[in-house]
């Protein structure tokens, strides 16, 4: 059973360029949620899918946006990249619009010059 | 809006030893989950152990267990027979339960992190 899956690994962008994460959920989980890590602190939330709509959302500007696909898997779009965007951006999924458990995949370093 | 404090930057313990990191939370709700996840320097985040907030009993897996004081808003993670497998960052977190009313019960909110080192 394979668990929650993200791509790229690693991506490198610079200043005012626009970038997409994707991330493949654990099967049988219909919720994604997304959220960004900077270095050495905890993650903060972004958003969360379920039903091809953004449920929640949290502090981030309108430059973040997302997308979900019948097939449940996610996008992450940020545009106009700045510095500090830099970070690790974390998916994770579970049912039931994250009241289940919630299961990370490793990870999307995204670095912006 | 809810907070998660880890006041312990960085711990370490040696091998075999036993290590309790802290966490407190901020709420004014009666339904919430905490949780304990693992990030080793693989990135991966990684559930430790869970706790429901209307259960008394402390939840325990293998060689963790937490210490969960509702009226203190205090949920420590002991760690017992510690492993060189165990160094990692640990974050505590906290999630609203369905019942707390409202559509915002699916987000995690966790807390800055403890390193911690084992030692052999």
């Known amino acids: 059973d394979a668990g929650v899956t993200q791509s790229p690994t690693h991506l490198i962008k610079t200043r005012g360029q626009q970038v997409t994460l994707r991330c493949s959920p654990k099967?049988?989980?219909?919720?994604v949620s997304w959220y960004q890590q900077a270095l050495g602190q905890g993650p903060q939330f972004i958003f969360q899918?379920?039903?091809?709509?953004?449920?929640q959302r949290g502090n981030f500007p309108d430059r973040f946006s997302g997308h979900q696909f019948p097939n449940y898997s996610s996008e992450l779009n940020v545009n106009a990249l700045l510095l500090g965007d830099s970070a690790l951006y974390l998916c994770?999924?579970?049912?039931?619009?994250?009241?289940?458990?919630?299961?990370f995949g490793p990870g999307t370093r995204l670095t912006v010059l | 809006a809810q907070t998660v404090t880890q006041s312990q930057p960085e711990m370490s313990v040696q091998e075999a030893e036993t290590v309790t990191l802290s966490c407190t939370y901020d709420?004014?709700?009666?339904?919430?989950?905490l949780f304990w996840y693992k990030q080793p320097p693989s990135r991966q985040m990684i559930l430790v152990i869970r706790?429901?907030?209307?259960?008394?009993q402390n939840a325990t897996e293998n060689r963790f267990s937490v210490n969960f004081q509702k009226a203190a808003k205090s949920f420590s993670l002991k760690i017992s027979d510690s492993q060189l497998g165990d160094a990692a960052m640990y974050f505590c977190?906290?999630?609203?339960?369905?019942?707390?009313?409202?559509?915002?019960?699916?987000?995690?909110?966790f807390g800055q992190g403890t390193i911690l080192t084992v030692h052999p």
């Open positions: 709420t004014s709700e009666s339904d919430y989950y």
């Open positions: 099967s049988g989980h219909d919720t």
């Open positions: 977190a906290y999630r609203r339960g369905r019942n707390a009313g409202g559509t915002s019960y699916g987000k995690l909110t």
């Open positions: 706790q429901e907030a209307y259960k008394q």
């Open positions: 899918y379920y039903e091809e709509e953004e449920r």
């Open positions: 994770a999924s579970s049912k039931d619009r994250g009241q289940d458990t919630q299961y």
